[in-house]
Protein backbone atom coordinates (compact mmCIF):
# COMPACT_ATOMS: atom_id res chain seq x y z
CA UNK A 1 0.00 0.00 0.00
CA UNK A 2 1.59 3.33 -1.01
CA UNK A 3 1.61 6.34 1.17
CA UNK A 4 -1.42 7.93 -1.02
CA UNK A 5 -3.50 5.42 -0.32
CA UNK A 6 -2.97 5.01 3.55
CA UNK A 7 -3.86 8.29 3.89
CA UNK A 8 -6.98 8.11 1.80
CA UNK A 9 -7.82 4.90 3.98
CA UNK A 10 -6.91 7.29 7.00
CA UNK A 11 -9.35 9.79 5.80
CA UNK A 12 -11.69 7.37 5.44
CA UNK A 13 -11.70 5.85 8.65
CA UNK A 14 -11.80 9.22 10.86
CA UNK A 15 -14.21 9.82 12.98
CA UNK A 16 -15.51 13.77 12.59
CA UNK A 17 -18.72 13.90 14.59
CA UNK A 18 -17.61 14.79 17.95
CA UNK A 19 -20.58 12.90 20.02
CA UNK A 20 -19.01 9.71 18.56
CA UNK A 21 -15.70 10.47 19.46
CA UNK A 22 -16.82 11.13 22.88
CA UNK A 23 -19.18 8.16 22.86
CA UNK A 24 -15.21 5.98 21.71
CA UNK A 25 -13.31 7.70 24.29
CA UNK A 26 -15.94 6.83 27.58
CA UNK A 27 -15.71 3.64 26.17
CA UNK A 28 -12.30 3.09 26.49
CA UNK A 29 -11.80 4.86 29.47
CA UNK A 30 -14.18 3.20 31.25
CA UNK A 31 -12.57 -0.31 29.87
CA UNK A 32 -9.27 0.42 31.44
CA UNK A 33 -10.59 1.28 34.77
CA UNK A 34 -11.77 -1.97 34.67
CA UNK A 35 -9.19 -3.86 33.67
CA UNK A 36 -6.43 -2.29 35.57
CA UNK A 37 -8.91 -2.00 38.80
CA UNK A 38 -11.35 -5.07 38.74
CA UNK A 39 -7.60 -7.26 37.29
CA UNK A 40 -6.23 -6.51 40.93
CA UNK A 41 -9.02 -7.69 42.97
CA UNK A 42 -9.03 -11.11 40.75
CA UNK A 43 -5.57 -11.32 41.30
CA UNK A 44 -5.73 -10.59 45.62
CA UNK A 45 -8.63 -13.31 45.43
CA UNK A 46 -7.21 -15.73 43.18
CA UNK A 47 -3.82 -16.09 44.34
CA UNK A 48 -5.68 -16.12 48.01
CA UNK A 49 -3.88 -12.57 48.41
CA UNK A 50 -0.46 -14.36 47.92
CA UNK A 51 -0.05 -11.64 45.27
CA UNK A 52 -2.11 -8.76 46.53
CA UNK A 53 -3.95 -7.15 49.40
CA UNK A 54 -6.33 -4.49 49.66
CA UNK A 55 -3.48 -1.88 49.33
CA UNK A 56 -2.63 -3.67 45.96
CA UNK A 57 -6.63 -2.91 45.59
CA UNK A 58 -6.17 0.39 46.06
CA UNK A 59 -3.45 1.31 44.06
CA UNK A 60 -5.19 -0.77 41.01
CA UNK A 61 -8.30 1.57 41.12
CA UNK A 62 -6.24 4.54 41.43
CA UNK A 63 -3.65 3.84 38.70
CA UNK A 64 -6.77 2.72 36.54
CA UNK A 65 -8.74 6.18 37.29
CA UNK A 66 -5.87 7.76 36.60
CA UNK A 67 -4.76 6.13 32.89
CA UNK A 68 -8.38 6.06 31.75
CA UNK A 69 -8.95 10.09 32.56
CA UNK A 70 -5.76 10.52 30.79
CA UNK A 71 -6.75 8.29 27.66
CA UNK A 72 -10.02 9.98 27.04
CA UNK A 73 -9.80 13.32 29.00
CA UNK A 74 -8.69 15.10 26.27
CA UNK A 75 -11.95 13.83 23.86
CA UNK A 76 -14.73 13.35 26.53
CA UNK A 77 -13.34 14.83 29.47
CA UNK A 78 -12.46 11.53 30.95
CA UNK A 79 -16.13 11.21 33.53
CA UNK A 80 -15.93 6.99 32.91
CA UNK A 81 -18.51 7.46 35.46
CA UNK A 82 -22.53 8.31 35.47
CA UNK A 83 -22.39 10.05 38.73
CA UNK A 84 -19.65 12.27 37.24
CA UNK A 85 -21.41 13.07 34.48
CA UNK A 86 -24.80 13.32 36.16
CA UNK A 87 -23.00 16.52 38.15
CA UNK A 88 -21.33 18.06 35.06
CA UNK A 89 -24.70 18.07 33.88
CA UNK A 90 -26.33 19.90 36.82
CA UNK A 91 -23.32 22.34 36.18
CA UNK A 92 -24.35 22.89 33.15
CA UNK A 93 -20.74 21.61 31.92
CA UNK A 94 -21.66 18.90 29.63
CA UNK A 95 -25.43 19.13 27.52
CA UNK A 96 -27.88 17.26 28.60
CA UNK A 97 -28.27 15.82 25.28
CA UNK A 98 -24.93 14.06 25.65
CA UNK A 99 -25.83 12.83 29.11
CA UNK A 100 -27.67 9.56 27.86
CA UNK A 101 -24.61 8.73 25.06
CA UNK A 102 -21.82 8.94 27.84
CA UNK A 103 -23.62 6.54 30.40
CA UNK A 104 -24.18 4.12 27.74
CA UNK A 105 -20.39 4.09 26.52
CA UNK A 106 -19.43 3.87 29.82
CA UNK A 107 -21.61 0.67 30.76
CA UNK A 108 -20.38 -0.89 27.61
CA UNK A 109 -16.82 -0.04 28.19
CA UNK A 110 -16.93 -1.71 32.18
CA UNK A 111 -19.37 -4.66 30.82
CA UNK A 112 -16.18 -5.32 28.28
CA UNK A 113 -13.29 -4.49 30.49
CA UNK A 114 -15.17 -7.31 32.63
CA UNK A 115 -15.07 -10.07 29.70
CA UNK A 116 -11.51 -9.18 29.19
CA UNK A 117 -10.84 -10.03 32.94
CA UNK A 118 -12.52 -13.03 33.08
CA UNK A 119 -10.67 -14.32 29.62
CA UNK A 120 -7.50 -13.35 31.40
CA UNK A 121 -7.72 -15.10 34.59
CA UNK A 122 -9.82 -17.80 32.85
CA UNK A 123 -7.76 -20.67 34.19
CA UNK A 124 -7.27 -19.53 37.67
CA UNK A 125 -11.30 -19.26 38.04
CA UNK A 126 -11.42 -22.82 36.28
CA UNK A 127 -9.33 -23.86 39.33
CA UNK A 128 -10.73 -21.88 42.33
CA UNK A 129 -13.16 -23.44 44.59
CA UNK A 130 -13.26 -26.37 41.99
CA UNK A 131 -14.40 -24.46 39.15
CA UNK A 132 -17.67 -23.29 40.80
CA UNK A 133 -18.88 -19.27 40.15
CA UNK A 134 -20.12 -18.73 43.82
CA UNK A 135 -21.21 -15.40 44.54
CA UNK A 136 -21.23 -15.11 48.51
CA UNK A 137 -18.96 -16.74 50.95
CA UNK A 138 -16.01 -18.04 51.62
CA UNK A 139 -14.73 -18.97 48.45
CA UNK A 140 -17.05 -15.99 46.41
CA UNK A 141 -15.52 -14.80 43.39
CA UNK A 142 -18.37 -12.69 42.00
CA UNK A 143 -16.78 -9.99 44.47
CA UNK A 144 -13.94 -9.44 42.05
CA UNK A 145 -16.20 -7.80 39.75
CA UNK A 146 -18.97 -5.77 41.41
CA UNK A 147 -19.46 -4.90 45.14
CA UNK A 148 -21.44 -6.67 48.08
CA UNK A 149 -21.73 -5.37 51.40
CA UNK A 150 -20.48 -6.79 54.67
CA UNK A 151 -23.34 -9.10 56.43
CA UNK A 152 -23.68 -6.44 59.18
CA UNK A 153 -24.38 -3.55 56.57
CA UNK A 154 -28.21 -2.37 56.26
CA UNK A 155 -28.99 -1.13 53.37
CA UNK A 156 -29.87 2.28 54.56
CA UNK A 157 -26.07 2.37 55.58
CA UNK A 158 -24.80 0.90 52.75
CA UNK A 159 -27.03 4.00 50.51
CA UNK A 160 -25.40 6.80 53.27
CA UNK A 161 -22.25 5.28 52.62
CA UNK A 162 -22.28 5.52 48.64
CA UNK A 163 -23.86 8.54 48.33
CA UNK A 164 -20.40 10.28 51.10
CA UNK A 165 -18.56 8.83 48.90
CA UNK A 166 -19.33 9.72 45.53
CA UNK A 167 -19.91 13.30 47.02
CA UNK A 168 -16.30 13.52 48.00
CA UNK A 169 -15.14 12.33 44.66
CA UNK A 170 -17.15 14.75 42.68
CA UNK A 171 -15.84 17.58 45.67
CA UNK A 172 -12.25 16.94 44.69
CA UNK A 173 -12.86 16.37 40.86
CA UNK A 174 -14.26 20.16 40.66
CA UNK A 175 -11.63 21.27 42.95
CA UNK A 176 -9.02 19.76 40.91
CA UNK A 177 -10.17 21.12 37.28
CA UNK A 178 -11.56 24.33 38.79
CA UNK A 179 -9.31 26.98 36.91
CA UNK A 180 -10.13 30.20 38.99
CA UNK A 181 -9.73 28.02 42.62
CA UNK A 182 -5.56 26.80 42.80
CA UNK A 183 -6.81 23.96 40.82
CA UNK A 184 -4.03 21.86 38.77
CA UNK A 185 -1.05 22.50 36.26
CA UNK A 186 -2.20 21.28 33.14
CA UNK A 187 -1.66 17.51 32.34
CA UNK A 188 -1.72 16.56 36.12
CA UNK A 189 -5.53 16.26 36.74
CA UNK A 190 -5.50 12.60 35.85
CA UNK A 191 -2.88 12.22 38.42
CA UNK A 192 -4.39 13.92 41.25
CA UNK A 193 -8.14 12.58 40.24
CA UNK A 194 -6.48 9.45 41.15
CA UNK A 195 -5.45 10.18 44.14
CA UNK A 196 -8.67 11.40 45.10
CA UNK A 197 -9.99 7.90 44.42
CA UNK A 198 -6.85 6.73 46.89
CA UNK A 199 -7.67 8.61 49.44
CA UNK A 200 -11.36 7.45 49.34
CA UNK A 201 -10.28 3.93 48.98
CA UNK A 202 -8.03 3.97 51.94
CA UNK A 203 -10.57 6.11 53.92
CA UNK A 204 -14.46 4.79 52.74
CA UNK A 205 -13.53 0.98 51.86
CA UNK A 206 -14.84 -0.74 54.90
CA UNK A 207 -18.97 -1.17 54.18
CA UNK A 208 -18.69 -2.34 50.65
CA UNK A 209 -15.61 -1.63 48.61
CA UNK A 210 -15.89 1.92 47.25
CA UNK A 211 -17.74 1.31 44.18
CA UNK A 212 -19.08 5.00 43.48
CA UNK A 213 -19.88 4.72 40.16
CA UNK A 214 -23.24 2.60 38.71
CA UNK A 215 -21.06 1.65 35.92
CA UNK A 216 -18.32 -0.09 37.41
CA UNK A 217 -19.98 -1.58 39.44
CA UNK A 218 -23.81 -2.68 37.49
CA UNK A 219 -21.73 -3.16 33.97
CA UNK A 220 -19.93 -5.86 35.48
CA UNK A 221 -22.35 -7.14 37.57
CA UNK A 222 -24.55 -7.80 34.34
CA UNK A 223 -21.46 -9.50 32.93
CA UNK A 224 -21.29 -12.09 36.43
CA UNK A 225 -25.03 -12.75 35.69
CA UNK A 226 -24.18 -13.93 32.14
CA UNK A 227 -20.82 -15.63 32.64
CA UNK A 228 -21.92 -17.91 35.49
CA UNK A 229 -22.61 -16.66 38.40
CA UNK A 230 -26.48 -16.12 38.00
CA UNK A 231 -29.54 -13.85 39.14
CA UNK A 232 -28.16 -14.72 42.44
CA UNK A 233 -25.72 -11.33 42.22
CA UNK A 234 -28.90 -9.33 42.00
CA UNK A 235 -30.52 -10.93 45.24
CA UNK A 236 -27.41 -11.02 47.43
CA UNK A 237 -27.26 -8.97 50.50
CA UNK A 238 -30.64 -8.43 50.54
CA UNK A 239 -31.31 -7.23 46.94
CA UNK A 240 -28.21 -4.51 47.29
CA UNK A 241 -27.44 -4.21 43.74
CA UNK A 242 -29.36 -0.72 43.36
CA UNK A 243 -27.36 0.68 45.93
CA UNK A 244 -24.45 1.52 44.13
CA UNK A 245 -26.20 2.34 41.26
CA UNK A 246 -28.81 5.10 42.78
CA UNK A 247 -26.37 5.96 45.49
CA UNK A 248 -23.52 7.32 43.60
CA UNK A 249 -25.98 9.41 41.79
CA UNK A 250 -27.24 10.99 44.16
CA UNK A 251 -24.07 11.67 45.69
CA UNK A 252 -22.24 13.20 42.29
CA UNK A 253 -25.17 15.52 42.00
CA UNK A 254 -25.04 16.55 46.25
CA UNK A 255 -21.59 17.17 45.67
CA UNK A 256 -21.52 19.72 42.63
CA UNK A 257 -24.29 21.28 44.45
CA UNK A 258 -22.16 21.46 47.84
CA UNK A 259 -18.97 22.75 45.44
CA UNK A 260 -20.72 25.28 43.45
CA UNK A 261 -22.83 26.47 46.65
CA UNK A 262 -20.08 26.97 49.07
CA UNK A 263 -16.44 27.39 46.61
CA UNK A 264 -17.35 28.22 42.52
CA UNK A 265 -20.51 30.80 42.98
CA UNK A 266 -18.25 32.95 44.70
CA UNK A 267 -15.17 33.47 42.43
CA UNK A 268 -14.77 37.13 42.42
CA UNK A 269 -15.47 38.31 38.20
CA UNK A 270 -12.57 39.71 36.74
CA UNK A 271 -11.52 43.34 36.72
CA UNK A 272 -12.75 44.82 33.83
CA UNK A 273 -10.17 47.24 31.90
CA UNK A 274 -11.11 50.64 31.95
CA UNK A 275 -9.80 51.71 28.91
CA UNK A 276 -11.36 48.97 26.96
CA UNK A 277 -15.15 49.91 28.36
CA UNK A 278 -13.88 53.42 27.67
CA UNK A 279 -12.82 52.10 23.81
CA UNK A 280 -15.88 49.73 23.77
CA UNK A 281 -18.34 52.85 24.70
CA UNK A 282 -16.62 55.18 21.93
CA UNK A 283 -17.31 52.66 18.93
CA UNK A 284 -20.80 52.46 20.50
CA UNK A 285 -21.22 56.14 20.34
CA UNK A 286 -19.86 56.37 17.35
CA UNK A 287 -21.87 53.80 15.50
CA UNK A 288 -25.06 55.37 16.87
CA UNK A 289 -23.97 58.67 15.31
CA UNK A 290 -23.34 57.46 11.42
Request: proline share 4%; aromatic share 10%.
Amino acid sequence: MDLQNFRNLREKCIVRRDIIREFLAELLGTFVLILFGCGSVAQTVLSREKQGENLTIHFGFTLGVMLAVYMAGGVSGGHVNPAVSLAMVVLRKLPLKKFPVYVAAQFLGAFAGSCVVFCLYYDAFTSFANGALIVVGENATAGIFASYPREDLSLLNGFVDQVIGTGALVLCILAIIDKKNIGAPKGMEPLLIGLSILAIGVSMALNCGYPINPARDLGPRLFTAMAGWGLEVFSAGNSWWWVPVVGPMMGGVLGALIYFLMIELHHPEPERNLEDDNSIKDKYELNTVN
